[in-house]
């Protein structure tokens, strides 16, 4: 089920080139790869999950209310992070002029149905 959406995710976002559904421990529960299959988007997801952490505390400490998304751009890859809740997270990697603003609504709409699922 997970890997279906995953892959829905990906393949609907122009630029779309991974998939994943987290654990904020770590621990991947489901994961999807377009292409060659040759991203880890694993640990993508573990390295992110530690600053996660830390935005998630930073939010708390500022009086900010609950973190939901955090977008991490670097010259490869923009990677989008949409908490599910405390505990689990789903992130969709884009490629260089990819439509991360799809990327964002894509997992808005389809985090409540990932939700009801874990």
Known sequence: MFKEILRDLVDRTDGGVAGLLMATDGIAIDQYASGDGLFDIESVGMEYSVVLKGVQRAAE??????????????????????????????????????????????????????????
Do not use: C, H, W
């Open 61 to 118: 400490m500022l009086d900010a209310g609950e973190a939901k998304e955090v977008s991490v751009q670097t010259e490869r890859l923009t990677t989008v992070v949409r908490m599910l809740s405390d505990e689990y997270f789903v992130a969709l990697a884009v490629e260089p002029g990819g439509n991360v603003g799809k990327a964002r609504y894509l997992l808005r709409t389809s985090a409540p149905t990932l939700i009801e699922n874990l």
